[in-house]
Structure formats: structure tokens, C-alpha cells
């Protein structure tokens, strides 16, 4: 089952095209993960696939729905989420107040949402009052993923969510990451740890230029010798 | 000595007014308004014509409550101008500002954009009103009240600080338990993030601008109850809500209150040691000080030039 389909999108900023002729299929509960080295057009082809980068070319399909061109605000309300890789919590803000900024534009919160989120983060219930702005870089990860979750997105998109983390972080995100996925949500993950990324997910991609390289499952692309040599460091 | 303290936190709510909307403004628009203090001059005035004029036309009675120097007409105008400069404020961003944002301007051409709205803004008043000081109540005697420690203090400015404490808990109490106030402090802390968050950042600007106009023209009439309504006296106030608002640290709130306080307060102190007219140069040396020692301000913000 398709859940989000990208044809053919070209997108970038002003008159240079980072991402060219790309598309790209995700299936629904599905874990596809982005790699390739720097400036390969990754974080572009996140940001335009939500809507903060409109494509000069292509299609975006969306739950069987084209979304092409659609502001952010409407793509959270279509069911997408979006964790930028900075700068993505609301530091002066608490850690409840941020994942309740994650349902704004439900009049109400709803409290088993909120719940649920810090069941799947229970080391952020002590810190439910503390502003993000004094947390952890992995805590604040946290933060912006719950946030990301509050709506159940259908799909969630991560740019780099282990970036700047401790090695143990890294880990625990990545089992938070699985653990999202078994409750229903399909990632796009972009990621520079490619080969743990791989290893939990699905699908791979690999990335360079702004044009896909390669695709195959998770584990295939880590056990490919070729990709393994030029694309994620031996 | 406690008078003069007493007569700075006077002074220092309504730059603290002043202040907060500043602070608010550039807190999600990045950019400083030079055009504040006139949008305080806007309020005073037309507080005037309310007081003055409309309700005289109306008949509404010109008592006076108790030992205040003022009744029934500037309790009804208070509200009233506050929404009017509130949607002036969200006119003039709607018709100048935002094309401006639009096109991508840099924060100078906005605030130069701000200036023009200031000499406007100015002009008017000195069209409509004449150039010349101003009373609500010309005439009127406002005796003082004597309290213990010789101090001498009018009703007037007791209730000038009953009014600013009660708006600001008020503004407070919005920010801090509201779903739209949560929202500003988002859009204040990451507006790229607000908006993909799906908060709708054009909405917060419009509520911003009400909220910081409101304060201005709140400010701008309990000044002209304290003192007198002059054209330029929203222009004076600027470089005091600068300070103020750099001092606690620009685009914080609270700052910006405590930084009013404290300045209000320093400014009228040093009249006991400098001739008055030096008072805009304490906030001057206040706000080089802050900019040199600590750029973010003592409780933190943004800095200037991010």
C-alpha cells in the first residue's frame, strides 16, 4: 500500500536546483531511510516533501490525495510530521507546553495523546514543567519528536534525528524510532549514521547530487559492497 | 528620596507599557519599531478627543471619582482607544509591514519603514491638535497626599500603577495559560518552526501588533494623566523603551517590565542629582552599557543583530 508518492520533483533554492527528477514511493508503516554524503539534497528533499520548498517540477501524492505545493500547515493537517535536524523545539517554552504546541491547531488537547507521548518518552515526565531550552541535546530530540507525534501522523519525516548525540543516545533514539513505527506511523529518516539507520529500516535510499542512486531494502544496501565502499565509509 | 523612588515606579510602568510591546514586536518580527512611542502619542491624543470632545457632543457628565482627577468619560475611553490603536497597529502592518516581509526587506527597511510611521504619526497629531502641551483637565488642581516618610504622591498614580499592574498580570496570565498566548511565545521563540508546527504565524503577527498596540495607547493616556500630552511625547519615550527593552533583554516579556521599572526608577533618582532634562541621556548610558557589558540583556533574549 502506497502511502506517499514523490514523481519526478525537481525543487531548490532560487534558481538552483538541488533536488533533480526525483521520486521516490514510501508504503504505509513502512521505515525508509535517506543517506548520502553531505549536500546530496537530503534535507531539501525533506523540506519540500512538507510543503517548506515548493517543487518547480513533479507531483507529491499523499494518501492517495496530490498535496503538491501545500503549505505546512495544511500538510500537518493532512497527517505528515516534520522534525527539522535544528532548532526544533521552542526553547523558553516547558516540555508539556511544547508537545501541546504539537496539536495547536486542535482546539482542545487531548490528554491521552499527551500520555501516550510520555509513555513513549517517560524520561521526559520529570522534566514536564523545566523549559526545553535547559534540557539535553537527546531530550530536546525527544521533545521534537513527541511534539511531531501529538496529531498521530500518518507519516513522520526526520532530518538527521541523531545528529550531535552521544553514542548512547543514539541508540535509545533509534529505539524510540522503532518503537513509533510499530504503533503505525511510517519515517522517512535522513540520516548520517547510515549504517545503524539501515539496520532498522525497511527501505533504503542512497542519495548524491540530488538524484537517487540506489534503492533496495534496509539490509541489502548495508550488505552491498560497492554502495558499503563509496557511500557509507567501508 | 522614597518619593522620587516612588515617582520612578511610576514613570517606569508606563515605559514598562511601552516596553513589553516592543519587546513583543520584535520578539516575533525581528525588527525594531520606531514608531512605539508614537503609537502611545496616538492613544493620548485621541483619549483627548473622547474625553474632550466626543463625550462632551454625547453628554456623558465630566465628574470626578473621588480624589482622581479624572471620571467617568476616561474610564469608558481607556477600552475604547486601547481597540483602536489596537486595529491602527494592525492596519498600518497590514498595508506597510507586510508587503515589506513579503518582499523579503531586511530588518533596517523595516525599521526605517517604523520611522516614516513615527514623522506621520507626529505630523498628525501637530495637525490635528497643534504643537502646543495639552491637559485632559486643564486647570484642575491635583492635590497630593501626604504619607508617612514625607512622601507626596496624587491618587492619580496610585491608580496609574493599579492599571498597569492589572494589564500586565493580565498579559501575563494570557502568555502563560492560554492556547493563543502559547502560541506567541512559539512564534516568538522559532517562527520557522511555529509554522511547521501549522500555527498560523500571520495570526500571532495581527495579535502581537493588538497587544502591543493596546499597551502603547494605554501608556500613552496614563502618561497624559501624569503629565501633560505633547506631540513629541511618544518620540521622547522611544529611547527609554529601547533601554528598557534591551536591558531585560529584547523580545523578553518580563524583561522588558522589569527593565521599565528600573529604568523608570533610575531616571527619576538621578533628577536628584542631575538637572531633569538629562533623563533621556541616563537611558542612553543605560542602554550603551547593557549593549557593551551583556548584548542579551540581564534576563536574556535576542541578540540585536541575529
Redesign the interface.
Known sequence: MILLELIELTSGYGKTDILNNFSLTLNKEEILSIIGPNGAGKSTLLKTI?G?LIPKKGTIRFQEEEVTGL???KM??KGMG?V?QT???????TVQ??L???A??K?EINQNKLDEIYALFPILIPKRKEKVGRLSGGMRQMVAMG?ALM?DPKVLLLDEPTASLAPLLVGMIFEKIVEINKNGVALIIVEQNAKETLRISHRGCVMAMGRKIFEDKGLAILNNKEIGRLYLGG | MFELFFYGIVLGSIIALGSIGLSLIYGILRFANFAHGDLMTAGAYLALFFVTQLFEWLGIPDNTIGSLSFGIRMIITFPIVMIIISLLSIIIDQILYDPLRMKKSSPVILAMASLGVSFIIQMMVIIIWGSDSLFYKPGILRPAMELPLNIKIRPDQIFIILVVFFSISSLHLFLKYTRMGKAMRATSDNPELAKVTGIQTRNIIRLTWAIGGAMAALGGILYGIDVQLHPGMGWGFLLPLFAAAILGGIGNMYGAMIGGLVLGVVQQLSTSFLLPTYKPAIAFIIMILILIVRPQGIFGGRTLWK
Do not use: A
Request: charged share 25%; glycine share 4%; aromatic share 16%.
Open positions: 512538507f517548506l503549505s505546512p500547515d500537518v493537517r516534520y527539522p532548532e526544533n523545539v521552542f526553547p523558553s517554552l507546553e511544547n501541546e504546541m504539537g495547536f491547531i482546539k511534539r496529531l
